[in-house]
């Protein structure tokens, strides 16, 4: 089994920083997939960004240029520097892990940005 845990969220103004974290624990097999999407109020859950287990990253074309995934393989965390914060991005950010065919999702993290 796998947990995943996100962390990081908060409230912060427009054009502000924040750096979220996924963590994975458990019986983990490196390196694995994993990708975070976001969910605002009254609409679907989107993907954000999200890395192969080769290391290839794609964005979402909305966050490009402001949004960096990266991940650290022997902490098993996955991060998201998000900069230049917008309004547009508040939503509850989820983080799934890809391992051994499954799909892992943690509880997310709010992230609330202020104009």
């Known amino acids: 089994q796998v947990q995943v845990v996100e962390s990081g969220g908060g409230s912060v103004q427009a054009g502000g920083s924040l750096r979220l974290s996924c963590a994975a624990s458990?019986?983990?097999?490196?390196?694995?997939?994993a990708g975070w999407y976001r969910q605002a109020p009254g609409k679907q859950r989107e993907l954000v960004a999200t890395?192969?287990?080769?290391?290839?990253?794609n964005y979402q074309d909305a966050v490009k240029g402001r949004f960096t995934l990266s991940r650290d393989n022997a902490q098993n965390t996955v991060y998201l520097q998000m900069n230049n914060l917008k309004p547009g991005d508040t939503a509850i950010y989820y983080c799934?892990?890809?391992?051994?065919?499954?799909?892992?999702w943690g509880q997310g993290t709010q992230v609330t940005v202020s104009s």
């Open positions: 890395i192969t287990s080769s290391g290839n990253v």
């Open positions: 458990g019986s983990i097999s490196r390196p694995y997939a």
């Open positions: 799934n892990v890809f391992i051994r065919d499954t799909l892992y």
